[in-house]
């Protein structure tokens, strides 16, 4: 669990930094591409090659999902919504993590379904007199952010299950950030726009991002992950959105709708309430 805290006191500024000094400043797929390609140098120099196929193959989709994927739908959306939206509605991403967990476990269970219905209502009561297209493609651009770092989390975590070893994780994580090079690259170079940072600020940003941020955050919450149950790495990945929310509303928007954002979060934190209540009612006692 120290891990997941650390990460998330790591990740609480890097909402507001992406969100007021890049985003429409300089081009989103350069950013992600730059992010993953310092990250994964950091790592390179403790990469062991000699992995089994499939372990191989599930990193790299991991990191395809969890970092190339995400990150190109999670800039995007920076473009779409302000700072707090953007942290209020990855409030869903728990409730994907139990569904993606009980799906490898050929189990469903449609309460969860009803606590993301309970969610999206209180996504609609932040913005309920403003509701523009690009609010609500913000908002679908969000959880698709939130599905495949959901989705990269617990495949990681089934693969640390299923190939279990006394070999440090460090030595085969390089491997996820190659997946994510697989993605990110061949956006950058189809869609990228020759938009590069202008300032000093803007290029150490991008280098805080690329190595903290991606580099040994994403390692450090992946790892945490392999020492948790499903129950305590959902909670853990709604701990970033009061912790990014607070940076944000006390240094940079410190006009923002607070009564909108206090009623629409309610509502959010309670279908999330409302879903570790299910998971504690239909976890085996064994689980427990």
């Known amino acids: 669990m120290s891990y997941l805290v650390f990460v998330t006191l790591l990740w609480a500024f890097s909402f507001s930094l992406i969100g007021v000094y890049l985003a429409g400043s300089v081009d989103s797929y350069f950013s992600v591409f730059s992010r993953i390609v310092l990250a994964a140098l950091l790592f390179a120099p403790f990469l062991r090659w000699r992995q089994p196929a499939r372990l191989a193959a599930g990193l790299m989709l991991c990191g395809a999902l969890q ?3 995400m990150y190109l739908f999670y800039y995007q959306s920076f473009l779409l919504l302000t700072v707090p939206e953007v942290l209020i509605f990855t409030v869903l991403t728990p409730v994907y993590v139990t569904l993606i967990y009980d799906l490898l476990h ?19 009561i932040i913005r309920f007199n403003g509701l523009t297209g690009d609010y609500l493609l913000g908002f679908v651009v969000v959880q ?12 990681y975590k089934v693969l640390q299950e299923r190939y279990p070893t006394n070999e440090p994780q460090h030595h085969r994580f390089g491997y996820f950030y190659l997946g994510a090079l697989l993605v990110v690259t061949p956006a950058w170079l189809g ?10 600020l803007q290029w150490s940003i991008l280098l805080w991002l690329g190595l903290g941020a991606s580099g040994l955050g994403y390692f450090l919450w992946n790892k945490g992950a392999t020492l948790v149950n499903a129950g305590a790495l959902a909670i853990m990945n709604n701990a970033l959105v009061p912790a990014g929310l607070l940076v944000n509303l006390l240094i940079w928007n410190r006009d923002a709708d607070l009564l909108r954002l206090a009623l629409g979060g309610a509502l959010i934190l309670a279908s999330l ?4 209540a299910l998971i504690k009612v239909s976890r085996p006692a064994s689980d427990r």
Do not use: H, K, M
């Open 67 to 69: 970092l190339g994927i």
């Open 106 to 124: 050929r189990r469903f269970r449609p309460g969860y379904l009803f606590t993301a219905v309970l969610a999206v209502l209180g996504a609609l």
């Open 144 to 155: 698709g952010a939130n599905l495949c770092f959901a989705l990269g989390q617990v495949g």
């Open 191 to 200: 869609l990228g726009q020759d938009q590069y940072p202008a300032t000093s």
């Open 273 to 276: 309430w409302l879903n570790e």
